[in-house]
T-cell receptor, first 110, second 115 residues
Framework: GEDVEQSLFLSVREGDSSVINCTYT??????LYWYKQEPGAGLQLLTY?????DMKQDQRLTVLLNKKDKHLSLRIADTQTGDSAIYFC??????????FGTGTRLKVLA | NAGVTQTPKFQVLKTGQSMTLQCAQD?????MYWYRQDPGMGLRLIYY???????DKGEVPNGYNVSRLNKREFSLRLESAAPSQTSVYFC??????????????FGPGTRLLVL
């Protein structure tokens, strides 16, 4: 069935780049999302990519999509302590239905 | 422009009690959603409303009811709370349920503990 998998934890030093990975199974996914959840808060939309794109860049964020391997990554350049949060990957085939990953907890060390 | 708001922020219930979680959006979105978030799991859809006047079951609807009160408001009701309903509940909205306007925006969540 449909599934989205992410590693649970990632720890990086302030100023380094972070790369958060995600794999999905639904080949009909046309939109792939990254959301950020800070402690005690809701999910904040960071960015999304269409399935016909390989890469999308938005300031410090770079999203890479390998459609053949069904692999999505989020790179955060110059990671700051304010980037510490849980990052969720989600796939969507253009309907109401989102499939969310379990989230990757990013810890940024000063 | 507050986006999606939810009340209450926190709630403690005893088993068997009932309560209603409130959600409102000011983005003039047609579609609204209720999710639950449990440790080690992604968000799971409880119910959604594609447009005012319609509601449909999601992945985990048992034990819940919803009301789409008007275009702005979508409430979630627990008639007889159970410990298994201890969770964080998120409301979300989107312009529509179909591409390219299906991107969902989330509220801050309600943390519910059922004893």
């Amino acid at each position: 069935g449909e599934d989205v998998e992410q590693s649970l934890f990632l720890s990086v030093r302030e100023g380094d780049s972070s790369v958060i990975n995600c794999t999905y199974t639904d080949s009909s996914s046309t939109y792939l999302y990254w959301y950020k959840q800070e402690p005690g808060a809701g999910l904040q939309l960071l960015t999304y990519i269409f399935s016909n794109m390989d890469m999308k860049q938005d300031q410090r964020l770079t999203v890479l999509l390998n459609k053949k391997d069904k692999h999505l990554s989020l790179r955060i350049a110059d990671t700051q302590t304010g980037d510490s949060a849980i990052y969720f990957c989600a796939e969507n085939s253009g309907t109401y239905k989102y499939i969310f990953g379990t989230g990757t907890r990013l810890k940024v060390l000063a | 422009n507050a986006g999606v708001t939810q009340t209450p922020k926190f709630q403690v219930l005893k088993t068997g009690q009932s309560m209603t979680l409130q959600c409102a959006q000011d983005m003039n979105h047609n579609s609204m959603y209720w999710y639950r978030q449990d440790p080690g799991m992604g968000l799971r859809l409880i119910y959604y409303s594609a447009s005012e006047g319609t509601t449909d079951k999601g992945e985990v609807p048992n034990g819940y009811n919803v009301s789409r009160l008007n275009k702005r408001e979508f409430s979630l009701r627990l008639e007889s709370a159970a410990p298994s309903q201890t969770s964080v509940y998120f409301c979300a909205s989107s312009e529509m349920t179909a591409a390219p306007r299906q991107t969902q925006y989330f509220g801050p969540g309600t943390r519910l503990l059922v004893l």
